[in-house]
């Protein structure tokens, strides 16, 4: 048997932050007129609360594989790939990652002003990418987002392009070369099935070449479909790790 590689080791990870809280309904409602907020200033601080969104995950992740993250809103999933990726860092706990992981829409942080054409320049650019590559690489893109399907958008401006034509757009760029590890956050919940069926071909082909790869997504046939392996997460806790259908189904259980 093949000796299995570890790429990511998540140890006791905890993440908390801090966010900007409600006050009373009152209080709120006076913030929320201009009056309010005149009369507040300078006299309040603005209310806060800290967040435990993760609490004591660990797990350990091997080349080769697709882990799908599932559970509630609210449940942790985006939290913990924002961890693994290094940019949110752990209050207590540890990640190990091996070569540097990519989560899609970050590194590829695509400008809305710019034109689709010169958004892959600079996507691809970021993703690590020569321009030789990009250059080589981009009608592959092009063809793979499906932006052109129904016109010339990719001279267009970003911002003139649908959540889903975005979206579609940063995957394609992100799966146009190789990853240690790569994470995706709801990505392929946008497309038709011909555009969700491309993206799980390709994940298979990166899994392939010796990559990892992360899958958040409410769509449980799409994990069931696209990984091996599923993590449930629950208020920030590991509640089942296992083959992705043994879990899934166990989570659709829990939710009836």
């Known amino acids: 048997m093949a000796e299995r590689v570890p790429t990511v080791v998540v140890d006791g990870v905890h993440v908390t932050y801090t966010v900007q809280g409600a006050g009373s309904a009152g209080a709120g409602r006076a913030r929320g007129s201009a009056l309010g907020r005149l009369l507040a200033r300078g006299r309040t601080a603005p209310a806060t609360r800290t967040v435990h969104a993760v609490k004591g995950v660990s797990?350990?992740?091997?080349?080769?594989?697709?882990?799908?993250?599932?559970?509630?809103?609210?449940?942790?999933?985006?939290?913990?790939?924002k961890a693994v990726a290094g940019l949110l860092p752990p209050s207590r706990g540890h990640v190990y990652?091996?070569?540097?992981?990519?989560?899609?829409?970050?590194?590829?942080?695509?400008?809305?002003?710019?034109?689709?054409?010169?958004?892959?320049?600079?996507?691809g650019l970021a993703m690590g990418m020569t321009r030789a590559e990009v250059k080589e690489r981009y009608q592959r893109?092009?063809?793979?987002?499906?932006?052109?399907?129904?016109?010339?958008?990719?001279?267009?401006?970003?911002?003139?392009?649908?959540?889903?034509?975005?979206?579609?757009?940063r995957f394609s760029i992100a799966a146009a070369r190789s990853h240690d590890v790569l994470l995706i956050d709801e990505a392929l919940a946008?497309?038709?099935?011909a555009f969700r069926q491309r993206s799980q071909e390709r994940i298979n082909e990166l899994r392939a070449e010796a990559g990892t790869v992360f899958l958040v997504s409410h769509s449980n046939s799409t994990i069931r479909e696209t990984c091996d392996r599923a993590i449930w997460l629950e208020s920030?806790?590991?509640?089942?790790?296992g083959p992705s259908d043994e879990v899934v189904t166990a989570y659709e259980r829990s939710t009836r």
């Open 236 to 241: 920030g806790r590991v509640l089942m790790d």
């Open 141 to 169: 893109i092009v063809d793979f987002s499906g932006i052109n399907d129904k016109g010339d958008f990719v001279s267009l401006p970003m911002r003139t392009y649908s959540s889903g034509m975005g979206a579609r757009l």
């Open 97 to 123: 990652t091996q070569g540097q992981p990519s989560l899609l829409g970050v590194n590829a942080a695509l400008m809305g002003d710019l034109t689709g054409e010169r958004n892959i320049v600079l996507g």
């Open 59 to 81: 797990f350990a992740a091997y080349k080769g594989e697709a882990i799908g993250l599932i559970g509630s809103n609210g449940s942790g999933k985006s939290t913990l790939l």
């Open 190 to 193: 946008t497309g038709d099935a």
